[in-house]
């Protein structure tokens, strides 16, 4: 009884590495919720481009929207979608900065950001 109880304290620190992760995806057994669906759109890390001093990110897909903050050119930032709205230089297309949660006309990111990559918000 003895040396079956100091074998078992030898094992715990093995048997404590051995776990699997809690949260890995193969022990997964219930559906994920919305929030990490969300979490698994797209995600592209892309750079502001084409600025001479700073570009505008708003509050909504057009330059009738608020500024929420503003970006320099070489800027990197993570964005998840894109959504239709006005134009700058042809470019009719503002792509969500979910680090920020705002939006920058997709002329001023760079090719990381294109819309096949990002697709629609909704
Ligand atoms: C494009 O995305 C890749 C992968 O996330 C990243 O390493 C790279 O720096 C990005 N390019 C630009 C110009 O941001
Ligand atoms: C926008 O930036 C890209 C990448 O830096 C460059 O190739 C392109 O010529 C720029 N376009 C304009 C109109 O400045
Ligand atoms: C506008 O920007 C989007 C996203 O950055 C890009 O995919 C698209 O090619 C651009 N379109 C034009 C006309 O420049």
Redesign the pocket.
């Known amino acids: 009884m003895k040396f079956i109880t100091s074998a078992l304290l030898l094992l715990l620190p093995f048997a404590a590495v051995a776990a699997p992760a809690p949260d890995s995806a193969e022990s997964r057994s219930v559906a994920p919720t919305g929030e990490e669906i969300f979490d698994k759109r797209a995600e592209e890390l892309?750079s502001i481009i084409n600025v001479s001093t700073y570009v505008n990110c708003r509050s909504g897909p057009g330059t009738g929207y608020s500024v929420v903050t503003t970006f320099k050119e070489g800027e990197k930032w993570y964005y998840s979608c894109?959504e239709p709205g006005t134009c700058t230089?042809?470019?009719?297309?503002w792509?969500w900065n979910e680090d920020w949660g705002c939006y920058v006309?997709?002329?001023y990111?760079s090719?990381n950001?294109?819309?096949?990559n990002?697709g629609l918000c909704y």
Request: proline letters at 0%; hydrophobic letters at 15%; aromatic letters at 12%.
């Open positions: 892309c894109y230089e042809g470019n009719c297309t792509d006309n997709g002329y990111t090719a950001c294109s819309k096949a990002l």
